[in-house]
């Protein structure tokens, strides 16, 4: 199904964030940095990055931000590369040169045309599957090795 230019700029329309905390674009971080205050990384971080459970914090990646490690906030703003999970308890936004290497866990998702996925899209919702699918595509959790004879 495609959509009209408008409708997707409305589907995708940014939340007013507050980002007390930037992590620049020459900037490397090794380790985990859990934060109280929305957060926004240009530069490296190698390590998780946990927002406080109870706040609304967002966590944005521009698009020369990169995370390697899980992020768990209540909105997660993709622009850069994440090697890792997301687990956003509100909404995830995609936006075009996006590359989520990991499964992805939402509330609500936004994808811009561009961004790229490998990994799981997980809804918080635990509604079925929409439309067609092939369950044979679906990731058994055991696996069963041929008997030799």
Do not use: C, W
């Amino acid at each position: 199904m495609f959509f009209k230019k408008k409708y997707v700029d409305e589907l995708l329309h940014p939340t007013i964030e507050d980002f007390d905390t930037i992590v620049g674009a020459t900037t490397v971080i090794h380790g985990r940095i859990v934060t109280n205050t929305g957060l926004r990384i240009d530069g490296t971080v190698i390590g998780d990055i946990e927002a406080q459970a109870d706040g609304k914090i967002s966590v944005a990646l521009g698009k020369t931000g990169k995370v390697e490690g899980d992020i768990h906030a209540h909105r997660v703003l993709i622009a850069g590369n994440v090697e890792g999970n997301i687990y956003a308890s509100e909404r995830v936004e995609l936006h075009s040169g996006a590359r989520v290497n990991g499964d992805v866990t939402y509330g609500q998702l936004g994808i811009e045309s561009g961004a790229t996925i490998s990994g799981l899209m997980i809804s918080k919702t635990g509604e079925a599957p929409v439309g067609n699918y092939d369950s044979s595509m679906l990731v058994r959790s055991e696996f069963s090795a041929p008997k030799s004879k």
